[in-house]
């Protein structure tokens, strides 16, 4: 009750300084006042009375987080929308309904004021009274600010009941449609803030702005009635240091309820997603006499929006690329109720993938995001709900006029949607420019309107055709991810095309993050709904998966290009400034000289022998230059280099990494192989089934049969590395055998995830071993088939040294060299090569060539998030230490363009991306691409192709046993 009675007295005291005015230096003018009612995102909700009709915790009065979902609060019933796909009134549908009540108090001092009470966001049907009175008519729509007018409702000085009832479902079939049978999880309550606003009689109720890059400036400017006596507003716009740029008063004559404005700000400072420049414009009404009765301020920026037919999208009269991404509001605790930190988090993390652009799927988002979006630099496509269904036009028509005049004046909105995927009510397309100033464009997302055909999920040469089509092509979903597939994958050949082409303005990935709620009725586990929910680049707490920082150094705007780097380097990177509106001169770089450790290194640590920092050359956008850097020349020590490239805040852009003289990494292995202290020469001895070698504690089995290591013993303790090396190649099983999807085969599509192994035949030749000074060879020769030679060196100081040969003609997917080893025995690995991320053929971005480590994990992927993930394919590998429980297990990589495999990449349940066969730990010349959840591997580029491959590959590898 004190604190009641506190937050009363606070009341009193803002509302006698804001809305009454104090005199110290100068009388105040009224301004809107906000006082929340709930709280004001997730991290703040206040307690309301509670009764939920059906599912979890029915039945009965309690208490509630609001705002809040109220699923994840333990109520209701959790239900995904698309399982009830087309049907607007299905059995089985979770329909519970939420009754909240609220007491607060009014103060007295808020009479002869217009109060309004505003809801930022509720599911679904919502019915408001206010001391037993309705506020107005029911609001149907889950995603939109709606508010009523309950000055007459309100009792002054008196406590005040506020009941609204929340049926999760709608009585309109055109908002179930719309909203609730789409592939997102269905939430009930009131999941945003609820507030009132405190505004004197006479006020401004909006503004929407039109503010243009040559600095003209035009505002419509609506009162909350039609004027009682002439009015005037006084227009000020101030730059982000305060300094006043223009300003002009403009009358309202009497009867009438709005004003144009129109101002010009010279040269002002433009805003883009590259330069976020902000203004505020400042407009107070006053009366004849100059008496000042209200003011509000709008955040806006000056830039102008152009669509140039069959050309592209051009901001302030430059031609801008859309790298983009759609994005649900969601959270797993919290659902569809989120916070300022959580909203900014969300830009933040998209910008930090190098993105410029973010699609809202399939609804408009907090206020909060689109504050982000205009302070961060983001292009933003707002949207009108409807997946596939459509608002009827009498409920659609409101809706639009929520979304649009809560939304207008944020210069990082480029465009209004028209629903999703055939959600398009056409009816309502003209409703949007009735209420934006500025006339945005409108689009159909997967249709073609408004200039732009935005087709999603195009293969790639399907792609190539719509670009020939005259319309500008910017698919708002393309890449549709799937747990490691999708989205990073096959982006390089995307992009390389889309950002090239004359039509193209770019594209949105589907989607930014996995939606897994937690489910609190199945002991918080996180649950995605199968393969519904785990579409995202980043998991349901933002964990970063490979394609995280695949189209980051992708989609970087500042691209380095030279492929190698020798000792002779001369200090000149080759670079494309792919900013838009931003030179090179407004980066970073820094750089460093480093020396990275062999595998027998005790400590395992890189060295940084010089480093230093470099202003950005004076490359303008779009254009390419040298970036010289006058850097020492390499010791003999230095084998690798770094260089970071950092844009204006200091934010990396991506990290390159190259290996300076690939000899001089594996010099260090033979200096200290060399080095080591000298055993006695290695012996054998054989019977009818083995070759047993043994030198010093270590000793090496052979099968005679077939060849293989079988197994290693060190000091007695045996280590069950081998039966190998093996011959390994497959291709996916749907595929004939001249690489193209075997017609012939009926039942070839259901084949596309899964792989065929191609059976060696290959069969001993003959065995023989060499002793040579301190070193014994065993030599395997083979025939009739793809093996052919693998010859064993066993070096004095144990360590085993692998050449080996086979030959194999065909169109593959996967090839290469395995071994085996029990994973079950495996505890982690260390290695010298891209990481700490896996590749596959079709994303081999998003790596750099360092020191890595990571202990073994085999999640399961969409439902458990560990990234990254320690099974899968590793480019670039020099060398890798696997420990396991039987000791350490060292392989030098000296064969170029290989991949080190360990294991084979896990696929979730479903299996809907691959099932790949076994390969242990395997060293592969062909690793497989990835499909994404849409399209398979043949579908999506040249990159994501199976390749021809023919005649001898040949490899060298070094074991060393601990």
Not at 17 to 27: L, T
Not at 324 to 344: A, C, I, M, Q, W
Not at 921 to 948: E, H
Request: hydrophobic residues 35%; charged residues 25%.
């Amino acid at each position: 009750m004190k604190r009641k009675n506190l937050r009363c007295k606070n009341i009193f005291v803002i509302l006698f300084g804001v809305i009454f005015g104090v005199k110290a230096q100068q009388e105040l003018i009224p301004a809107t006042v906000v006082h929340y009612l709930s709280g004001k995102g997730a991290d703040d909700s206040v307690y309301w009375d509670f009764y939920c009709t059906e599912g979890l915790n029915s039945g009965k009065w309690t208490k509630i987080k609001v705002p809040s979902c109220w699923e994840t609060q333990g109520f209701g019933q959790f239900q995904y929308g698309i399982e009830f796909y087309g049907k607007p009134f299905p059995e089985g549908i979770a329909k519970e309904e939420g009754l909240y009540k609220y007491e607060f108090d009014v103060p007295d001092s808020w009479r002869n004021h217009a109060i309004c009470l505003v809801f930022d966001g509720s599911m679904t049907d919502t019915e408001v009274r206010m001391n037993g009175l309705k506020a107005g008519e029911k609001h149907q729509g889950g995603f939109y600010r709606f508010s009523y007018d309950i000055t007459d409702l309100l009792k002054f000085g008196k406590k005040n009941l506020l009941e609204v009832t929340v049926k999760k479902e709608s009585e309109n079939a055109s908002v179930n449609l719309a909203e609730r049978r789409a592939d997102y999880w269905n939430f009930g309550g009131i999941f945003r803030p609820v507030f009132l606003e405190i505004k004197p009689v006479i006020h401004i109720d909006r503004v929407t702005i039109d503010a243009k890059a040559d600095g003209s400036f035009y505002a419509s400017c609506y009162l909350g009635r039609a004027a009682s006596e002439n009015l005037s507003v006084k227009t000020e716009i101030l730059d982000r240091r305060d300094n006043k740029v223009a300003e002009g008063t403009f009358p309202i004559k009497k009867g009438s309820n709005w004003t144009m404005i129109s101002l010009n700000a010279g040269y002002p400072d433009l805003w883009t997603a590259e330069t976020p420049n902000l203004y505020n414009a400042k407009f107070t009404l006053s009366k004849e006499n100059s008496k000042a009765v209200h003011q509000i301020t709008e955040k806006f920026g000056f830039r102008t929006i152009e669509v140039r037919e069959s050309d592209g999208l051009y901001i302030n009269s430059v031609r801008v690329n859309i790298r983009g991404v759609n994005r649900h509001s969601f959270r797993p605790e919290t659902g569809r109720t989120l916070d300022r930190s959580k909203n900014y988090e969300d830009v933040h993390l998209i910008k930090e993938m190098n993105m410029n652009a973010v699609r809202l799927s399939h609804y408009p988002p907090d206020p909060d995001f689109l504050e982000a979006c205009d302070e961060l630099g983001l292009y933003v496509m707002n949207e009108l709900g409807g997946w596939h269904g459509k608002y009827d036009t009498p409920t659609g028509k409101k809706l639009v006029k929520e979304m649009v005049t809560r939304d207008v004046n944020h210069p990082s909105i480029i465009w209004w949607s028209n629903g999703n995927e055939k959600g398009w009510n056409t009816a309502l397309d003209e409703e949007f420019h009735r209420w934006d100033l500025q006339k945005r464009p409108v689009l159909h997302p997967q249709g073609n309107f408004g200039g732009f055909e935005t087709m999603h999920y195009r293969s790639y040469g399907e792609t190539q055709a719509y670009m020939r089509l005259p319309q500008i092509f910017m698919p708002t979903e393309f890449l549709h991810g799937l747990y490691d597939g999708g989205l990073g994958a096959g982006l390089y050949d995307y992009w390389e095309i889309m950002r090239t082409h004359p039509r193209c303005a770019g594209g949105f990935l589907w989607v930014f993050a996995d939606e897994g709620v937690k489910r609190v009725d199945l002991d918080g586990c996180i649950d995605t709904r199968g393969n519904y929910g785990a579409d995202g680049i980043v998991g349901p707490h933002h964990e970063r998966e490979g394609s995280f920082y695949a189209i980051k150094e992708i989609w970087s705007p500042v691209q380095i290009m030279n492929d190698k780097i020798d000792r002779d380097f001369d200090g000149n990177f080759i670079v494309e400034n792919r900013y838009d509106f931003l030179s090179l001169n407004t980066c970073f770089f820094t750089w460093e000289q480093v020396s990275f450790p062999s595998s027998l290194s005790l400590d395992g640590k890189k060295k940084i022998l010089k480093k230093g920092e470099v202003k950005g050359s004076d490359i303008a956008p779009h254009k390419k230059g040298i970036l010289h850097i006058d850097m020492p020349a390499f010791s003999d020590d230095v084998n690798g280099l770094f260089l970071t490239a950092k844009d204006v805040y200091g934010h990396e852009l991506w990290r390159w990494s190259w290996k300076i003289d690939e000899k001089n990494v594996y010099k260090k292995n033979n200096d200290e192989k060399k080095a080591a202290v000298k055993k006695n020469a290695p012996t054998y001895e054989e019977d009818a089934d083995h070759i047993k070698v043994k030198v010093g504690n270590k000793s090496y089995v052979y099968d005679k049969k077939d060849g293989f290591l079988k197994h290693v013993t060190v000091n007695d303790r045996k280590i069950s590395f081998g039966n190998g090396p093996r011959f390994v190649a497959a291709r996916r099983a749907d595929r004939s055998l001249d690489q193209f999807f075997n017609h012939d085969d009926p039942d070839a599509k259901k084949l596309d995830r899964t792989y065929k192994d191609f059976v060696d035949l290959a069969v001993v030749d003959s065995i023989f071993i060499r002793e040579d000074e301190n070193r014994l060879t065993v030599n395997v020769v083979y025939k009739l088939g793809n093996m052919q030679r693998s010859t064993w060196t066993v070096h004095p100081d144990g360590l085993l040294e692998l050449t080996y040969v086979y030959r194999f003609d065909a169109v593959v997917d996967l090839m290469g060299i395995r071994f085996d080893y029990p994973e079950d025995k495996v505890i982690g690995k260390r290695w010298l090569g891209d990481g700490p991320y896996r590749v596959w053929q079709n994303r081999i971005h998003g790596v750099t060539y360092d020191v890595w480590e990571n202990e073994y994990d085999d999640p399961m992927p969409g439902e458990t998030f560990i990234y990254p993930e320690f099974k899968g394919y590793f480019s670039n590998c020099s060398w890798m230490n696997i420990e396991t429980q039987e000791g350490l297990i060292s392989i030098v990589n000296e064969t170029p363009n290989t991949y080190i495999g360990i294991y084979q990449p896990r696929d979730g349940r479903d299996a809907l991306l691959y099932t790949l066969p076994e390969s242990g730990i395997s060293v592969m010349d062909v690793i497989p691409p990835v499909r994404n959840k849409v399209n398979a591997t043949d579908l999506i580029g040249p990159s994501s192709q199976p390749p021809w491959v023919k005649g001898e590959k040949r490899g060298k590898l070094i074991f060393r046993f601990q």
